[in-house]
């Protein structure tokens, strides 16, 4: 279609919108060669030309298919089929010439004689091959073989067309049918087998085609057998085996199926390696001999039994062989108690986390301080256990300071001045002497008495000095045996008598017991006592008085009248005490446990605190109102139930008291049913590519708030105790994790997860041949990558596809593409250079045909040197008609028509042509212009 604008000054403009078409007239003819279905075809071949046209054809018109040269030219094309039509679409069928030149560079195009229009090229570079030559190979699964064992042969014929004809021989003699196969067991030692094709293609020579000759050695039968070797027999649940078949008589090499339990496992190879074998797993190998004649094949291997240890947590407990209150310098003796320890544990004892003692069970000493804590840490033998280096319980050590034993005496009376004969009693008061001290007495140095807090004598001298030995049996006592301190006797005349009196409480609550006691000097051995409340009578005669009627404010006092024959102011009244009497406060009690929430089973421990409890209060404990338990500040239990409810009665037995018995309060238990801890792992890529990394995800039940994870890779702990590990692992690593909860109630602690097993793939290597491209304008370039089953190309500019391995790219401009090919979940990359290099040409403009030989001729400049094919120019007038045609690149357009001179005004020219390889050349990207004629 042509576009004709008019500017003011009356010149015409044309826009021609053609590729490489030839306008005939204004009414313009156009013929597009369709694409082409069938390259490469043979000479002689038949072939089909679509093509589309537009405009009006005449009637008698007749299409033409033209065959361009080997090179692609049209100079001198060939008619190789024609149809008579007026239509605007149709197909030609045409016929290579048997004498075509074989090439890659034929185009095709198709042509009309009324009117005369010559159409587009096909396009595409179409390839014509010579004639070939039929040839047959044949071959055998193998070519030594037993004596009548059945032989398989498969002809491969090349250039046989769709059904060659096979004639099989033995020695030279027919045999079998006409099949691409050929089977047999009656083959002897030497035998020659050939195969004879006859084919039936076209263009075909070297038919009928002998194959290659197959030489047959036919051998004796050998026993085929093979054993199996494990590298370990006795394994912890995930550990790995490897086992390894050694064949006899098996051929290089033999086919291996591996079994457990009869249950084909593993790859056809003379190894096998597993992680998932079972306790009592048998491991067995059928080795297929490839030896000819090999019997006994397949050959079935000796069983290996496995056995499997689970994995099992490694623990350690420690004892102490006293109680763990001692005194300074004692010696403790620790025992440790290992599970899962193994045959060889080793042990390093701790005291407050720093290593002490040797590797041993047993650990003692004698330099333990208050609060120190002893732990051990046993690393186990056992290669099946986990928690590995095990750390024990901790033991803290109560440290009692020692206590310093001592004695003081006292006399009654006291002091001990008495008259000759007088009785004189001494008490020995212990400090530090434990449950039961011993006693000596001595008068002057010397051994009185019995063992006993108390020594009596009557047969004093004046100046006699009284001590007392003390032998303490209390822990962590020094300075035992003490002696007491001394008194001494006077024994004189002229004493006065006195008297002194003590109670044991002076306030007291209405109706408690007071006990008064009396104290005398000078009493002599039979003093009598006479106590007064309020200066009336009361008590007996005793040197102790006892009351429980005491009132507020009475006054307490004692008359002593001494026995003695050497005192004066007898009787003796004593000090007077005055009471203080108040009434009872209340009894109540509290109660506190060491846990409320617990899990089912656990032990709790409930304690009463008592106020106004008395000395010795008693305890009845409840249960949901329930008597239960002891009379005991404490109640222990393991059978609670959720929401069970404990209270305690205290009945006091203290003085001026009330509410008594007292109810405590209340406290309710939250029992928890105990749960099995439980891990799960996952991966984000279980194939992975050499390098990269995977990341594996621990999923876990009842856990708690912090657990505390151990991966191991291939059964080796690594520090790492996330609920994920990401590394760069390696092909066929195994990855478990041992989840060690921190929840309540919980069972299955620690818990061991699967396994997740890695596949490490090869680096992928992504190759395009050639990485560097040089073409033009509208010349495409294929790219061949390779090394991956898919590919993305990158940039998106000028490619027939982007995810193919060979896209056609036709880009504007130098191009750097990058391909990235991806296999399984591994990924490489590449690049291909395509440079864009054209040929330069001119043409100018304008023109100036007067015979002044400059500018005289317009035409197209190449380069000196420069070889232009397949050249076409031609020149257009403002109404389209050609007045101007040349395949000359040398020649130029003298601005006439038919001898005739143009006058001054504006034509369009177009032109083709390609350089010498092949690529097209252009004006600044385009093949059309206008030029203007100046005279």
Known sequence: MNFISMNKTGRFFITILISLLFISNANAQTITTGIIIGSPFCQCGAITVPFTSTGIFNAGNIYTAELSDAAGSFALPTSIGSFPSTLNIGSIAATIPCNTIAGTLYRIRVT??????????????????????????????????????????????????????????????????????????????????????????????????????????????????????????????????????????????????WQINGSNVGTNSDQFSTTTLNNGDVVTCIMTSNLACATGSPATSNAVSITVNPIAPALVSIVANTPTTICSGDQVDFTATPVNGGNTPSYQWQVNSGNVGANSTTFSSTTLNNGDVVTCIMTSS???????????????????????????????????????????????????GGSNPTYQWQLNGANVGSNSTIYASSTLNNGDVVTCILTS???????????????????????????????????????????????????????????????????????????????????????????????????????????????????????????????????????????????????????????????????????????????????????????????????????????????????????????????ITASFLNGGTAPVFTWLVNGTIITNTGSSYTSVFNDGDNITCVLLSNANCVNNNPATSNTIFITVNPTLVITV?????????????????????????????????????????????????????????????????????????????AFTPNGDNVNQFFKVEFPIGFVVTDFTLMVFDRWGQMVFHTNDQNEGWDGTFNGKPFSTGVFVWMFRGKDRDGRSVSVNRTNSGDVTLIR
């Open 112 to 257: 009309s004689d009324n009117p005369s229009a010559i159409g587009t090229d096909n396009g595409i570079d179409l390839q014509i091959d010579s004639a070939v030559t039929a040839s047959v190979t044949i071959s055998a699964p193998q070519n030594i073989i037993c004596a009548n064992q059945q032989l398989d042969f498969t002809a491969v014929p090349f250039n046989g067309g769709s059904t060659p004809n096979y004639q099989w021989q033995v020695n030279g003699g027919n045999v079998g049918s006409n099949s691409s196969t050929f089977s047999t067991t009656t083959l002897a030692n030497g035998d020659l087998v050939t195969c004879i094709m006859t084919s039936n293609a076209n263009c075909v020579s070297g038919s009928p085609a002998t194959s290659n000759t197959e030489i047959i050695t036919v051998n004796a039968s050998v026993v085929a057998s093979v054993s199996v070797f494990a590298n370990i027999t006795t394994i912890c649940t995930g550990g790995q085996v490897d086992f390894t078949a050694t064949p006899t008589n098996g051929g290089t090499p033999p086919d291996y199926q």
């Open 473 to 695: 049996n209390a822990n962590c006592v020094t300075n035992s045996p003490d002696v007491s301190n001394a008194i001494t006797v006077t024994v004189t005349t002229g004493l006065v008598a006195s008297v002194t009196i003590t109670a044991d409480s002076t306030t007291i609550c209405f109706g408690d017991l007071v006990n008064f006691i009396a104290t005398a000097v000078n009493g002599g051995g039979a003093s009598t006592f006479q106590w007064k409340v309020n200066g009336v009578n009361a008590g007996t005669n005793s040197s102790v008085f006892s009351s429980t009627t005491l009132n507020n404010g009475d006054v307490v006092t004692c008359i002593m009248t001494s026995s003695l024959s050497c005192v004066s102011g007898s009787p003796a009244t004593s000090n007077a005490i005055a009471m203080t009497v108040t009434t009872g406060a209340p009894a109540s009690v509290l109660i506190s446990a060491t846990s409320t929430s617990i899990c089912s089973g656990d032990i709790v421990v409930f304690t009463a605190t008592p106020t106004n409890g008395g000395a010795a209060p008693s305890f009845q404990w409840q249960v949901n109102g329930v008597n239960i338990g002891t009379n005991s500040a404490t109640f222990s239990s393991t059978t609670l139930a959720d929401n069970d409810v404990v209270t305690c009665i205290i009945t006091s037995n203290a003085n001026c008291v009330s509410n008594n018995p007292a109810t405590s309060n209340t406290i309710t238990i939250a029992v928890t049913p105990q749960t099995d801890a439980s891990i799960t792992l996952s991966a984000d890529n279980t194939s992975i590519c050499e390098g990269m990394t995977a990341t």
């Open 382 to 432: 056992n290669l099946c256990s986990t928690g590995n280096p095990a750390t024990s319980n901790a033991i803290p050590i109560i440290v009692t300071p020692s206590v310093v034993a001592s004695d003081t005496i006292t006399s009654v009376p006291n002091p001990v001045v008495i008259c000759s004969g007088d009785p004189v009693i001494f008490t020995s008061t212990a400090t530090n």
């Open 769 to 845: 041949d050639p990485d560097t491209l040089t073409t033009c304008w509208t010349m495409p370039v294929a790219l061949n990558a390779s090394g991956a089953d898919t590919y993305s190309w990158s940039p998106d500019l000028h490619l027939s596809c982007l995810d193919c391995p060979n896209p056609l790219a036709d880009p504007s401009d130098t191009t750097l593409y990058t391909v990235t090919g991806t296999s399984g979940s591994c990924t490489g990359t590449a690049t291909v250079l395509v440079n864009i290099k054209c040929p330069d040409v001119f043409v100018p403009s």
